[in-house]
């Protein structure tokens, strides 16, 4: 809980992206911060190559790494983050480093630098996954095992980046590029490459050309649907209706009047601040698949369904834990009732990977299965689709396309063309010795097993809750309460912090952890909507419950808590930060909190006091509106009296009076 108080971190993928308002770049460092990539690797280099400093050097070189990463070069990425852990930059950087390599398919290399990296921080447990899911990768790089597919790139790739294929009319392809011939004249300083259109090509024989002037426009358009006969089409649109605002990605909706697309409208379920892309509308018409990163999600971005309905859509409804993880889960495409899609969580072979799942009945969701190489590789492989359009040859029993940034492609991201063909048998078992006993098998026992962790978290400074996070590690002898429906149990926790329970079908799970010193918390699970495999019959599951340990009388930072000038009513971008916190409170019934807020150190004493108590008794009372007592909060404003940079008033940089301005909490008792 504890941890999304601190650090609420808004991730924007390269496919579902978003930009910050222009402004004049002073710096590399500024350019970062607005998220100009592309202008950023380019300042920073050069500031790089001036810096004396040596953890200077291991900042910008790290801020590189990270330009060259969101622009999606991984090699020249992976080198930077090298440079930056090599100059004392840290963790972070070993972590970034470790997860490029892995994306460049160096496994062995990947795995140890994992390892490495659990050791540094203190927690071997933190990367166990990404050990395990290397290993996994250069087994399946290395095997023989013919998958049955074989692959090529397509003719209408460019230089740019170029994704998402969708099947159109008249054996034509709509897909999503940021190629030169793009609309607006502007440049995207995130890539460094023209903003995004949607544009239209034969498949055979065609040149790529825009695909409607009704549609693209000077903002980031991609990743389109249509129905049947294509006379509907549902894509993502990035923009604000605020000139300075920061763009937020919507499922837009246009239909066709002969060969003219209406202006798009925003689906009515689209929410303001959340990301919404990549639709995919079921054969019928009737259900429309799409990703977004709702923060009542699983984690990072998920797979949604909206039903339509007489009068439009209905509120969307997140798809079931064996599809959607902690991770992020993209780019579905269901066909009839097979469901493939990316994911960066699953045990995949580097960044996102294509899976499938089948639909057993109309909750439940089969697990998943990885299409494996040549589909998936290192780099990012996604937006798989099938064309039941073409005449197959005999042994072809699919054809299609997905979206790779494999280095053998052309540009950034390319559309490569596969077909299927049924995989040869494999080699006959050797027959087994007749036992006269035999008698016929027992049936199959079917087992869904969950596994828990109950961890704590490892600060860089351990008496310091306000520093760095570096990871979690298993947390001893803590208690979890279990309700089951409405059955309860409870379980105790040995050093590994691990426990475990067979999952019955179609219910749901509380679970209330708690270890003395430590904060209270609690996660869920539901066995809803989960199908046995019968080619796995014990399948595993996972749930991690965090703990924080108690400090008393310390004051942590509240993010994201801000107040318009001179004024202290609660702005609705700060409620979600507070209500982390009133649950936290009502988590932990014996706590009392006090709330405090502080200036920085321009205007009268006198007047940042006073602004101050009024801002602090404006959190108290939030809380005490969502059911907090008031007997356990208390509002204490300090003005200027308790500076978190301590910096002469007339040359405190922006960016330190920022750090004072805060609003921050404390367990009193």
Request: charged content about 25%.
């Amino acid at each position: 809980m504890l941890q999304r108080l601190l650090y609420i971190i808004f991730i924007i993928s390269v496919t579902i992206a978003s930009c910050t308002f222009t402004q004049k770049i002073k710096d590399g460092t500024m350019a970062y911060e607005r998220m100009q990539y592309s202008v950023a690797a380019k300042m920073l280099k050069n500031e790089y190559t001036k810096e004396k400093r040596r953890t200077e050097k291991g900042k910008k070189a790290f801020m590189i790494g990270e330009s060259y990463k969101r622009m999606d070069d991984i090699e020249k990425a992976s080198e930077w983050f090298l440079k930056a852990y090599e100059g004392s930059y840290g963790v972070d950087a070993l972590k970034e480093h470790s997860y490029a390599l892995k994306k460049l398919e160096r496994y062995e290399e990947a795995a140890e630098a994992f390892k490495n990296l659990g050791i540094e921080i203190g927690s071997p447990y933190e990367y166990r996954r990404e050990i395990t899911a290397c290993k996994q990768a250069m087994a399946w790089k290395e095997s023989n095992e013919d998958t049955g597919y074989t692959i090529e790139a397509s003719h209408f790739n460019s230089s740019s980046a170029d994704y998402a294929p969708t099947l159109y009319e008249n054996n034509q392809i709509i897909f999503t590029s940021d190629r030169n011939s793009a609309s607006g004249e502007e440049e995207y300083n995130w890539t460094g490459r023209k903003f995004s259109d949607l544009f239209v090509t034969d498949v055979e024989s065609g040149s790529p050309s825009s695909f409607s002037n009704n549609i693209n426009t000077d903002n980031n358009e991609g990743t389109v649907a249509f129905n049947n006969d294509f006379t509907e089409m549902y894509f993502s649109r990035c923009y604000s209706v605020e000139k300075f605002a920061d763009n937020y990605c919507k499922l837009m909706m246009s239909r066709r009047d002969g060969d003219t697309w209406s202006p798009a409208v925003v689906m009515p379920f689209v929410e303001d601040n959340v990301n919404y892309g990549h639709p995919s509308l079921s054969r019928d018409g009737s259900t429309l698949y799409f990703s977004s990163n709702h923060k009542d999600g699983w984690g990072g971005y998920d797979i949604y369904t909206s039903e339509k309905t007489g009068d439009g859509w209905s509120d969307p409804k997140i798809l079931s834990r064996n599809i959607n993880t902690l991770g992020d889960e993209k780019f579905p495409f269901i066909d009839n009732d097979t469901l493939y899609f990316a994911s960066n969580f699953h045990p995949g072979m580097g960044g996102l990977d294509v899976f499938k799942s089948y639909k057993i009945d109309s909750k439940r969701w089969s697990p998943i299965q990885n299409l494996k190489p040549p589909i998936n590789s290192g780099a990012d492989d996604f937006g798989y689709i099938i064309d039941y359009s073409k005449q197959k040859a005999e042994d072809v029993i699919a054809t299609g396309y997905f979206t790779t940034s494999r280095s053998s492609g052309k540009g950034m991201d390319d559309i490569f063309k596969f077909e299927k063909r049924t995989p040869p048998p494999p080699p006959p078992a050797p027959e087994p010795e007749v036992d006269s006993t035999e008698t016929i098998p027992p049936p199959i026992v079917f087992k869904m097993i969950l596994e828990g962790y109950v961890l704590e978290k490892i600060y860089q400074d351990k008496n310091n809750p306000n520093s760095k996070v570096l990871g979690r590690k298993p947390l001893d002898a803590a208690t979890v309460n279990i309700n089951i429906g409405n059955n309860k149990e409870t379980v105790k926790v040995g050093p590994d912090g691990f426990f475990s329970i067979e999952l019955e079908e179609e219910t749901d799970y509380y679970f209330f952890a708690m270890k003395e010193g430590y904060l209270n918390n609690d996660t869920r699970f539901s066995s809803k909507g989960l199908a046995k495999d019968p080619s796995n019959p014990e399948t595993k599951y996972e749930v991690e419950i965090v703990l924080d340990k108690i400090f008393k009388n310390v004051e942590i930072t509240l993010e994201n808590i801000y107040y318009d000038y001179d004024a202290w009513d609660i702005r609705s971008d700060a409620q979600p930060t507070l209500n982390e916190l009133s649950t936290l409170i009502s988590q932990n019934p014996t706590l009392k909190i006090q709330l405090s807020s502080h200036t920085d150190c321009r205007g009268p004493g006198g007047y940042n006091e006073d602004l101050s108590q009024k801002r602090a008794q404006s959190a108290v009372d939030y809380l005490i509106s969502k059911g907090i007592p008031a007997e356990r909060l208390v509002a204490k404003g300090y003005g200027e009296t308790l500076l978190s940079v301590d910096c002469l008033c007339t040359r405190c940089s922006e960016e330190d009076h920022q750090a004072n301005r805060r609003t921050t909490f404390k367990i009193i008792e």
